[in-house]
């Protein structure tokens, strides 16, 4: 039982009298009952503000924003395997629509696994690539609707999709793009430098590491821990009046 002041009770009676006809009088002077008298309601009808949250630190936000930069040169630090494996687990948990959670990573952990990679890549991206410690390739599953029975059980979401290679190709690239960028703000969360890359040939990616065509590549990001000394100034972004329209 919760106190509250005859104000806020002479309000819910007034609601929920509206709504049942048998809920008591919204009338207190019917129930003789005097302005200043504290009564005592059920919990029921009782509104609960949830608190609000805190901002993360400014060193989160500078390590994950502010202070973040796209690297290509890269100390031989190794990147430990489970460390691969809490980036994922907290990228999975960022939103998709009817979660369906299309993304799908390759990770490249050797010299022969990049060397695979070698003949797709643009000039420029080759010594990053070889250099860093992990080559992730970010990819999406264009069979992801096929998972929805298990993520999205309350309703038949795999018949949305099935047979509407249109709306697959949309939905799997929109939200494989979207994980990509949590796994990018994991990474960083979690201590690693990123190098996301788009400067590759898709399809030599797709005929090398997914030939039977259900996988596609979506942009490569380089991991490991990254030479500061070898970074150029920050490029500038646009303002908020530049970039945004607030209606």
Same mark, same amino acid.
């Given at each position: 039982m919760t106190n509250v002041s005859l104000s806020l009770r002479c309000s819910l009676l007034a609601v929920l009298s509206d709504l049942h006809p048998k809920f008591p009088?919204?009338?207190?002077?019917?129930?003789?009952?005097?302005?200043?008298?504290? !009564?005592?309601?059920?919990?029921? !009808?009782?509104?609960? @503000?949830?608190?609000?949250?805190?901002? @993360?630190?400014?060193?989160?936000?500078?390590? !994950?924003?502010?202070?973040?930069?796209?690297?290509?040169?890269?100390?031989?630090?190794? @990147?430990?395997?489970?460390?691969?494996?809490? !980036?994922?687990?907290?990228?999975?948990?960022?939103?998709?629509?009817?979660?369906?959670t299309p993304a799908r990573y390759v990770f490249l952990t050797t010299r022969n696994a990049k060397e695979r990679l070698r003949s797709a890549l643009s000039p420029s991206n080759i010594e990053k690539t070889m250099s860093a410690p992990v080559t992730v390739i970010v990819a999406y599953d264009t069979e992801f609707y096929e998972k929805l029975p298990k993520l999205f059980s309350h309703t038949d979401a795999r018949s949305w999709f099935a047979a509407k290679p249109a709306l697959i190709e949309e939905t799997a690239f929109r939200n494989g793009s979207l994980e990509g960028g949590y796994f990018i703000l994991a990474a960083r969360a979690l201590g690693l430098d990123c190098g996301p890359m788009s400067g590759f040939d898709q399809a030599k990616v797709n005929a090398e590491f997914f030939p039977d065509g259900k996988w596609k590549a979506n942009f490569l990001c380089n991991l490991g821990y990254g030479d500061p000394s070898k970074l150029f100034p920050r490029n500038p972004r646009l303002s908020f009046e530049e970039a945004c329209v607030v209606l």
């Open positions: 009088s919204r009338n207190p002077s019917a129930e003789g009952l005097q302005p200043t008298r504290e !009564i005592n309601m059920p919990d029921v !009808i009782t509104a609960k @503000v949830p608190p609000l949250k805190t901002p @993360v630190s400014d060193d989160a936000l500078d390590q !994950i924003f502010r202070e973040a930069r796209t690297h290509t040169a890269w100390s031989p630090q190794p @990147v430990p395997m489970e460390l691969l494996h809490q !980036i994922y687990q907290l990228a999975a948990l960022g939103p998709t629509s009817a979660n369906t």
